[in-house]
């Protein structure tokens, strides 16, 4: 019994949810889930948005880009370093200053007269959605046992889900009735909700050290590397795509010495983060135990991989729509609802599957090959309109997605120790960020690579954005939504790629159960526990038979003493007796003198 309370007192200080209320516990999901829909949802918010955006500010092709990239490469960049700052402030103070950095960005972008600002408000708000992303998944590692958080998990896939699939509609929706602004505003009143949410019901900080302490232990060597090498990388990436159909040719495109030195500056500076975490690092941001093994790599590329893919169905499907279909912002961003839907079941349900079988695979499996079979899919769409395409072809990517945003985490999580989860997270957002910051970059490139036009995706987008109003495109002869869709099946071919590569990881996966794994890992304190449990009946029982023979032997003892006292009675007897017999004898003598004596 006391193993067994010292088990559970350990388990509940390790996991404070298991010790809240019910009602406690759904305001911090609440507030994180609130928190973390408001981040996921200026990643899509602004793709229905951006045609009228760049006609309104004027915006250059490389504006214009950077409106889309800026958000999220400022995101990735921050990342580990918000991870890193929770360890030493703690999660809920960290996560409030991520959150008033977010609101910072957003009035800065509402507020917006150039399209220069509108990028350094977007740039500010990605600064705090990095924080945003990261905190909320860790939190959930801290207060929930394993078993626990694939239900949680679960509602921040659903979060995510819901804010793909809304985004564009209110994008759309905004930009035709009260203006574009308000992707932005609608922020605010929202976030100050969740800062108020937070600020009351988490009571969870993890700060074990002091701050000075904790700022001279940082990684701050790391944090530069990363954040030096994943802003050259990226802006280069931006700069090479944005320049490569400038209409005066300034841009250079990817044969700009610039373009060149931030590429190769940026991959080096990452390949020596690398080697710094693994060899001279003492508190590395990203541990080398986090990736010591096949499974571990294989979850990472996965994650990765479906973050790659998953922003190009958000992003580049409602731009088809508007751009050769020519729906309207509204329709468009609506018409990917046949996709959200199965993909909002499909994480629900994988997530249930797993807490309740342990098995991984079987959900992991599924996802990989319907999504692979959805994207390949996606080549087909052409320059009319075919709703029966339209719905099949998201109904099978959203069946493929939906398991792939927490399935693969958990199974990550159940192959590390407590300690490295919040690192191995911090690692599996940076990555995600920077596939999602790529993606974008990368169909844009092959976009305007396959057009060869100039202004490239810009232009095509702007007539798109004409066209929803009831403008025409392309001079209306079909030739620029043919080759516009030429460039998108181009593109479509890549991302199929990329979802092989999520096959081929999961050849790698552990075959092994989670829930067996978790019941594993609580039988040696059972087992101390039944141990200790016996041996006091062991002793109780030995005592008992002690006791018998030591009762035993008194009462022979007990015998024996009687005995021996009735023996010494018997003379003692026999010599009142014989007195007796005296003193009688005596009297009757007495009794013959007197008689002879008269």
Known sequence: MAALT???????????????????????????????????????????????????????AAEYAWVGSSYTLAS?????????????????????????????????AALANTASVLVGGRVL?????????????????????????????????????????VGPVMGGAFTQTIGWRWCFWINLPFDALSLAMLSFVLKLDTRKIAVLEALKALDWVGSFIIVGGTICFLYGLETGASGQHQADGSGGGWSSPTVISLMVVGIALLCFFCFYEARVAKNPLMPPAIFASFTNVAMYVMLCAHSF???????????????????SPLISGISIFPMIFPMTAMTYLSGQFVNRTGNYQIPI????????????????????????????????LGLGTG?????????????LQPKLIPPAMSALGFLKNLGTSCSIIVGTVLIQSRLGVSG????????GGGAAGGGSSGGGDGNFERAYVGALQIMWVFYTCICVLTVLSAFFLKRE????????????????????????????????????????TDADDLRTKTSASEDEKKPVEEESIAVEDLGQAMAVMDADRKKEGL
């Open 365 to 396: 499996w599924f996802a990989v090959l319907m999504m692979t079979l959805g994207s390949g899919l996606l080549i087909n769409l052409g320059t009319e309109v075919s709703w029966a395409k339209i719905v099949c072809f998201q109904i099978i």
């Open 125 to 165: 708000q990605g600064l705090g959605s990095g924080g945003m992303f990261i905190i909320v998944t860790i939190v959930i590692g801290d207060l929930f046992e394993l078993k626990d958080r694939a239900k949680y998990y679960g509602l921040t896939a659903l979060v995510w889900a819901v804010a793909g699939a």
């Open 6 to 60: 010292r088990t559970t007192t350990t388990e509940s200080a390790m996991y404070p949810g298991s010790r809240m209320g019910a009602w406690r516990r759904r305001g911090i999901m609440l507030s994180l889930c609130l928190t973390l829909f408001l981040a996921a949802l200026d990643v899509t918010i602004v793709a229905t948005a951006l045609p009228t955006i760049s006609t309104a500010l004027n915006a250059t």
């Open 403 to 415: 398991p792939l945003f927490q399935v693969p985490m958990i199974a990550l999580q159940s192959q």
């Open 76 to 108: 990735t960049s921050m990342a580990p370093i918000w991870a890193k700052m929770s360890d030493i402030t703690g999660r809920k103070s960290a996560l409030i200053g991520a959150n008033v950095c977010f609101m910072a960005g957003s009035t800065v």
């Open 309 to 327: 893919v998953i922003i190009a169905y958000s992003y580049f499907l409602p731009l088809y729509f508007q751009t050769v279909l020519k729906f």
């Open 456 to 463: 490239g995706l810009t232009q095509g987008q702007h007539d």
């Open 513 to 552: 159960n989670i829930k067996n794994k978790r019941d594993a890992r609580q039988q040696p304190a059972s087992q101390d526990e039944s141990q200790q449990q016996q041996q006091p009946q062991s002793e109780l029982q030995s005592q008992s038979q002690d006791e018998e023979t030591g009762t035993q």
